[in-house]
């Protein structure tokens, strides 16, 4: 038998290709892909700046779907289950795979990004990474647990907590699930910026409490919010230094910065090391969900505490993922596509 997937084979462009069926391993189950979203990391992949040397490649690894076949060790994971999945695949047994941080185990693999991923009908995934979901929730919902886990796990690595106050830079999709995200612990006040107007304003009704589209005025803007101090925490969620060094200029003494944008190899981020030690500053990297951050992040959503409407609206089917990101930057209000199997 023969799936259809789409395969990216240079950047900037994708190949559909009738493939064979993934076959089965004893200790994997095969789900019948449903939605599949655009992740930035898939963009970036697409423009070429991310795992070029992966390509041909079928990306994808935001997505949910339905068991059609177990392997013959496979325990707990039924045929016809509704799952997501968790995409990075670590050896089990090290001491980072252990302590659930698997980028750092030296055998990981990711779906979609190292390996082949869920731009396709079928996948075939380990049987420990599949996490059964609630019938009664939209797949389009669903397809959102992967992105809001990379957001979960971000708060947890910056131990945000109730009445600290958070710059968010970025008010793209992950931006505006950080927003999100922070008004459900309680973070305040929480401020975004993004030089695009369309989703400022939906940051701003996804829960933040400042939005700000000209960078010149973003600083007096955070000091003002925060009585001359600067913010507790500020999260870098674009991926450009130059704004990894407005995150630095705009932490208060003993501040955060959550690392979470992708630049390109090799970029880096001047950093006063006097006034670090000094002023007790400290900033952690964090970018995927992975283990209990999908287990929560699915727990978030089926709950009702994420709202979704801006991110289910856009849809293409599999025969037209060549248009769905050649349109994807001219359509900022959509804050995510997905791909409908």
Known sequence: ???????????????????????????????????????????????????????PLIPGHEFTGTVVETGKNVEGTKVGQSVVVDMN??????????????LNCPDMQQMGITINGAFAEFIAVPARLVIAAPDKTPQAVLALTEPLACVVRAARKARITFGQSVVVIGAGPIGNLHVQLLRTIGAAPIIVSDISRDRVRLALEAGADYGVTDPAELEATVMRATEG???????????????????????????????????????TLPVDILRTI????????????????????????????IRTEAFTGATFPLADIQSAFDSLVDRPEDLKTQIVM
């Not at 997937?5 to 449903?34: C, H």
């Not at 695949?89 to 698997?102: L, T």
Request: hydrophobic share 40%; glycine share 14%.
């Open 1 to 55: 038998m023969t799936m259809l997937a789409a395969y990216l084979v240079k950047p900037g462009r994708f190949e559909l290709r009738n493939v064979p069926m993934p076959s089965v391993g004893d200790d994997q189950v095969l789900v019948k892909i449903a939605r599949t979203g655009i992740c930035g990391t898939d963009m970036h992949i697409f423009n070429g700046h991310y795992a070029a040397d992966k390509l």
């Open 89 to 102: 695949i670590g050896c089990g047994h090290c001491y980072w795979c252990r302590r659930n941080e698997i």
């Open 229 to 267: 101090r600067g913010a507790d925490i500020v999260i870098e969620s674009v991926g450009h230094p130059s704004l990894y060094q407005t995150a630095m200029q705009l932490i208060r003494k003993g501040g955060h910065i959550a690392a979470f944008g992708l630049t390109g190899a090799g970029e």
């Open 278 to 305: 000094l002023e007790e500053n400290s900033i952690k990297g964090s970018v995927a969900g992975m283990g209990q951050d999908m287990h929560d992040s699915l727990t978030l959503l089926t709950h009702g505490r």
